[in-house]
C-alpha cells in the first residue's frame, strides 16, 4: 500500500513539463547516478547527506524527492523539507521505476555547467521569434526551472557567452544551433533525450514555424503569427519569453492530450431540426 507521503508514478509523471509541476530533487546516491547518468525531467541532483543546508532554498514550494528505488533517502529528505516548512512527497518507486515504464530521461552529460547559484547560463539573439522562444520554454520546463536567458546583439553572442560563461544557442557555429533542416528545438529535444511522441508532434510545428515550410503542420502558420505578434507586443525580450511561455505550454498539453478533441459551433445538441 502507498506511504501516505509518496505520489503515484503516474500522476507525476503527468505534472512533468507543465506549469504546476514541484520541484523535482533528485538525491541518488553518487553511486547510483554514475550508474545511469541521466536525470527525470527538470530535476536538479541535490546531496542528500546536506539537506540541512539547502531545505530553506525550497521552503513554502511542494517539491517531489526521487532517491533510486523511492525509499530511505527519499523518505528522509522529504521529511526535513517538510521540516523546513515546505511540502515534499516521494516519488513511488524513484528513479528505478521512472526508467522502467519507458519514461523520457534528461542525458546529464548533455547540460552546461551550472554557475554559483545553481543555474544553467544561455545566450542567444535578441528580438526572439520562434526557435529562441520554444528553446528556452523547453529548457525551463524539462531541463533546468531556473535557467537564465540572456539576449544581447547578435555580433555579441559568442563574446558574451565566454565572458559570462554562458551557453549559446541558436546562432551559428555552436552546439544547440540547426543541422540540415533540422531547427534548435528539433536539435535540443533529440539530444538531451525528450523525444516524446507529443515532444516530437510539438518539434515538427516549431519547426514549420521557424523555417517557413508552414505546410509540415495545420498549426504551424498560427504558431508564427502569434510569435510575430507577441515580438510586436513586447519591446522587451524577457517579457516577450514569459508571455511565449504560455503559449507553449498550452501547445504542448494540446501535443499530449488533445489532438483528437475537435470543437463545433453549433453543437449537435443544440440544433434544430
Known amino acids: ?142 531541463v533546468d526551472p531556473a535557467a537564465v536567458f540572456l539576449f544581447v546583439a547578435p555580433t555579441e553572442v559568442s563574446a558574451v557567452a565566454e565572458r559570462f560563461g554562458a551557453t549559446p544557442f541558436d546562432i551559428e557555429g555552436v552546439f544547440w544551433s540547426h543541422r540540415g533542416e533540422a531547427c534548435t528545438f528539433d536539435v535540443m529535444v533529440e539530444e538531451l533525450g525528450l523525444a516524446t511522441e507529443a515532444m516530437l508532434r510539438l518539434a515538427t510545428i516549431v519547426r514549420g514555424a521557424d523555417t517557413a515550410r508552414l505546410d509540415l503542420a495545420p498549426q504551424a502558420a498560427g504558431v508564427l503569427a502569434v510569435s510575430l505578434g507577441l515580438s510586436r507586443l513586447h519591446s522587451d525580450d524577457l517579457a516577450q519569453l514569459e508571455a511565449g511561455m504560455v503559449l507553449y505550454d498550452a501547445l504542448y498539453l494540446w501535443c499530449r492530450d488533445a489532438v483528437d478533441e475537435a470543437h463545433n459551433w453549433p453543437s449537435a445538441k443544440g440544433q434544430r431540426r
Open 1 to 142: 500500500m502507498p506511504s501516505p507521503t509518496t505520489i503515484s508514478l503516474q500522476k507525476f509523471s503527468r505534472l512533468v513539463g507543465t506549469p504546476k509541476c514541484p520541484a523535482i530533487v533528485d538525491v541518488r546516491t553518487d553511486e547510483d547516478f554514475a550508474a545511469d547518468p541521466r536525470l527525470i525531467p527538470g530535476s536538479v541532483r541535490r546531496p542528500f547527506a546536506a539537506v540541512a543546508e539547502w531545505a530553506p532554498a525550497l521552503a513554502g514550494a511542494p517539491a517531489v524527492v526521487v532517491c533510486q528505488k523511492g525509499l530511505k533517502l527519499s523518505e528522509g529528505v522529504a521529511a526535513w523539507l517538510r521540516h523546513a516548512g515546505g511540502e515534499a512527497d516521494v516519488l513511488e518507486g524513484g528513479f528505478a521505476a521512472w526508467s522502467d515504464a519507458g519514461l523520457p530521461l534528461v542525458r546529464a552529460d548533455h547540460l552546461p555547467p551550472r554557475d554559483r547559484a545553481g543555474r544553467t547560463v544561455w545566450v542567444s539573439r535578441a528580438r526572439p521569434k520562434v526557435d529562441r522562444i520554444a528553446c528556452p520554454w523547453l529548457i525551463r520546463r524539462f
